[in-house]
């Protein structure tokens, strides 16, 4: 079973940045893929971001190419998202995830972060 615990969320100035942590224990982080997902309220549960676990594969979601960046520390148990040039619309509650596989698709993912929000302000 594995946990993963989100940080780093929190308001902030449109343009400006931010890094989201998300820590995993329980489980061999090297076996997994990992991903970020966004979500507001009303709406679908949006992919964001993912990366493989062993050749550094990564996808990004069209909104945030560009911008976002994610990246995985092996030693620390830990994945990444960094956040630039932040938009109000990037706004969202952001959820890591854990995968055997590598994917976009939120039902591939077996293990879930509780999320942490991001605000960004005009």
């Known amino acids: 079973q594995v946990q993963l615990v989100e940080s780093g969320g929190g308001l902030v100035q449109a343009g400006g940045s931010l890094r989201l942590s998300c820590a995993a224990s329980?489980?061999?982080?090297?076996?997994?893929?990992m991903g970020w997902f966004r979500q507001t309220p009303g709406k679908e549960r949006e992919f964001v971001a993912a990366i493989s676990s062993t050749d550094g594969r990564i996808y990004n979601g069209d909104s945030v190419k560009g911008r976002f960046t994610i990246s995985r520390d092996g030693a620390k148990n830990t994945v990444y998202l960094q956040m630039n040039s932040l938009k109000p619309e990037d706004t969202a509650d952001y959820y890591c995830?854990?995968?055997?596989?590598?994917?976009?698709?939120?039902?591939?993912?077996?293990?879930w972060g509780q999320g942490t929000q991001v605000t960004v302000s005009t």
């Open positions: 995830a854990a995968s055997i596989l590598l994917g976009t698709e939120h039902s591939q993912y077996d293990y």
């Open positions: 329980g489980g061999t982080f090297s076996s997994y893929a």
